[in-house]
């Protein structure tokens, strides 16, 4: 459950491998666009959350994508999911999913929660599409995370998964993003949702935490073992039961109830970041260079999954 593989880098972040300058500015400007020029954006502004949808959708479109809309309607507004795809070549049929969702919490901009997890996404969608992997890839930025739809029929993933499901997809792999710019390397800037973990995981809040249910265990030693190959970004993984608080807390718990391996990558959100869900969730309080760290690491992760090999 709690013994993963491979050996987390012990302390800081290490060089990235690839030269790509730009990618920190890149996830800065995407991140800042939707907490800061959007900002707040749920059911209850929607010009907003369909302010925040196109910006996702040209962003899409400009990576070379035919971006699709899923579009349902929540309290009398039209909501999207906003997809862009790329048909694998050998192993068509088998999909990996790569999400986070894109709407904000009541009375916060969201720039952690979860402009983080949507920035990432972007940047991993930039990076591969000119590729041709030999799974299919699914980019979806999904809409209506927050409260009141969390874990309620209108929230964008449960949408997006029952879909899925219903058309018989073969989804192998899913990875949710949420919550991935605060990192600290304070003394106790960690905390956990039961106090036995704090004897198993770090008191320093400066790693990227990969979080499964028991069901998806053989997927999260997968992903995390890939990820700690490119020794960049300080990691901890569970696969815990999905009663433990947190476990379940973003577009991952869609899948599971589909049947689908699913992992959550994020920073711990609550457990860390006392912005979580406040006004004070701006950009400022981004950690982007970490970001960037750990948007680079997990273009490794999803190449792994995509492959012809895996």
């Not at 507004?77 to 192993?91: D, L, P, Q, T, Y």
């Not at 996404?121 to 041709?132: C, D, E, I, N, Y």
């Not at 069901?215 to 992903?223: G, I, M, N, T, Y």
């Given at each position: 459950m709690t013994c993963m593989p491979g050996s987390s880098r012990s302390q800081g972040y290490g060089p990235v491998r690839r030269s790509d300058s730009g990618l920190g500015g890149d996830i800065q400007r995407d991140v800042r666009a939707l907490a800061e020029t959007?900002?707040?954006r749920n059911v209850t502004r929607p010009d907003a959350l369909n302010a925040a949808r196109d910006y996702i959708e040209a962003s899409f479109a400009r990576f070379?994508?035919?971006?699709?809309?899923?579009?349902?309607?929540?309290?009398?507004?039209?909501?999207?999911?906003?997809?862009?795809?790329?048909?694998?070549?050998?192993?068509?049929?088998e999909i990996v999913v790569v999400g986070a969702h894109y709407d904000s919490v009541v009375g916060s901009p969201g720039a952690n929660d979860n402009a983080s997890g949507t920035a990432a996404?972007?940047?991993?969608?930039?990076?591969?599409?000119?590729?041709?992997p030999a799974r299919t890839l699914r980019f979806v930025a999904f809409v209506n995370e927050e409260p009141p739809w969390f874990q309620t029929d209108?929230?964008?993933?449960?949408?997006?998964?029952?879909?899925?499901?219903?058309?018989?997809?073969?989804i192998i792999a899913m990875l949710s993003l949420e919550t991935l710019g605060c990192y600290s390397d304070a003394a106790d800037s960690q905390r956990y949702p039961a106090p036995i973990l704090?004897?198993?995981?770090?008191?320093?809040?400066?790693?990227?935490?990969?979080?499964?249910?028991?069901?998806?265990?053989?997927?999260?030693?997968?992903?995390?073992?890939?990820?700690?190959?490119?020794?960049?970004?300080p990691s901890a993984g569970g696969a815990l039961p999905e009663f433990v608080s947190g476990v379940g807390w973003s577009d991952h718990e869609s899948f599971w109830r589909e049947g689908y391996p699913a992992v959550m990558v994020t920073d711990t959100a609550v457990y860390r970041d006392a912005n979580y869900h406040e006004k004070s969730d701006t950009a400022d309080a981004v950690d982007f260079a970490r970001l960037a760290c750990v948007a680079i690491a997990l273009e490794q992760v999803v190449e792994h999954l995509v492959s012809q090999s895996n």
């Open positions: 959007i900002g707040e070379g994508f035919t971006p699709k809309r899923e579009t349902y309607s929540v309290a009398g507004v039209a909501c999207s999911n906003v997809i862009a795809e790329i048909a694998g070549s050998s192993k068509r049929s996404l972007l940047s991993l969608a930039r990076h591969f599409s000119t590729t041709r209108d929230m964008g993933s449960r949408v997006h998964a029952k879909a899925s499901r219903a058309r018989g997809d073969d704090n004897l198993v995981y770090p008191s320093r809040g400066n790693f990227v935490a990969f979080v499964s249910n028991l069901s998806s265990r053989s997927l999260l030693r997968d992903v995390i073992r890939e990820f700690r190959e490119s020794d960049t970004v």
